[in-house]
Structure formats: C-alpha cells, structure tokens
C-alpha cells in the first residue's frame, strides 16, 4: 500500500462532482476530496469548468488521514491537468479490398434472415 505524504503530488481519477468539491480515487484504498476553495484562486462558478468525472488529474495533498484512508486534496498551485494522448492504432491493409466484404455479405444476409424468420 501506498504511503501518503502531505506535499506530494499524485495523481488520481475524478470519481465524482459536488458543488463543494471534487472526489478522487488514488488507489484501492485512498480516495480524497479537493474542496472548492482548493480548486482556484479565484470565483469557481462552475467545476465542471476544470474537470469531468473520469478525468486522470494531479492532485497535491494537503493533509492525510491514515486511519479513514482519506486525503485532503489541492489542484489550485499545481498543473493539475494530464496530458493524455491516446496512441491511434495503425490500420493495416490486408491487399483483399472489398473482397472480404464481397465474400462475407451473403452470410450475413441468410444469417439476417434466419433471424426474421425465427419471430
């Protein structure tokens, strides 16, 4: 399990939005809560302005509380947010075309049919 320092910047997933704050799993144990007064300096109107839920962040800790396994969180002096790119997946051509669908289709629609026929 993972020891939590005050001072330390982790990273954690948004498990959820409330008007007084953001949740954020750490891990299968710890979870947190960053309060709206830790989010920004200034005005937050609306928090969905800075996250979503699902959303992988950085979150600083603020304070820890090892028996309930809570975390006191801030992302308002920290570059909270991650870059996440998601790697495109190559297409690889198999030089057949259409003829792969040209030799599929007929199965396809006897299958279709089957299943009509069948209601």
């Given at each position: 399990?993972?020891?939590?320092?005050?001072?330390?910047?982790?990273?954690?997933?948004?498990?959820?939005?409330?008007?007084?704050g953001?949740?954020?799993?750490?891990?299968?144990?710890?979870?947190?809560?960053?309060?709206?007064?830790?989010?920004?300096?200034?005005?937050?109107?609306d928090?969905?302005?800075?996250?979503?839920?699902?959303?992988?962040?950085?979150?600083?800790?603020?304070?820890?509380?090892?028996?309930?396994?809570?975390?006191?969180?801030?992302?308002?002096?920290?570059?909270?947010?991650k870059?996440?790119?998601?790697?495109?997946?190559?297409?690889?051509?198999?030089?057949?075309?259409?003829?792969?669908?040209?030799?599929?289709?007929?199965?396809?629609?006897?299958?279709?049919?089957?299943?009509?026929?069948?209601?």
């Amino acid at each position: 399990m993972t020891k939590y320092i005050k001072g330390r910047i982790v990273e954690g997933i948004v498990t959820g939005i409330e008007s007084y704050g953001i949740f954020v799993s750490l891990d299968d144990y710890y979870n947190g809560l960053i309060h709206i007064s830790e989010i920004s300096h200034g005005y937050v109107k609306d928090i969905h302005d800075y996250v979503n839920v699902g959303d992988t962040i950085y979150v600083e800790i603020i304070g820890v509380n090892d028996d309930e396994c809570h975390l006191n969180l801030s992302i308002k002096n920290i570059d909270y947010k991650k870059n996440v790119r998601k790697r495109k997946k190559k297409i690889v051509e198999t030089g057949l075309g259409f003829k792969t669908l040209s030799y599929k289709l007929p199965m396809w629609i006897d299958e279709s049919l089957k299943k009509i026929e069948k209601k």
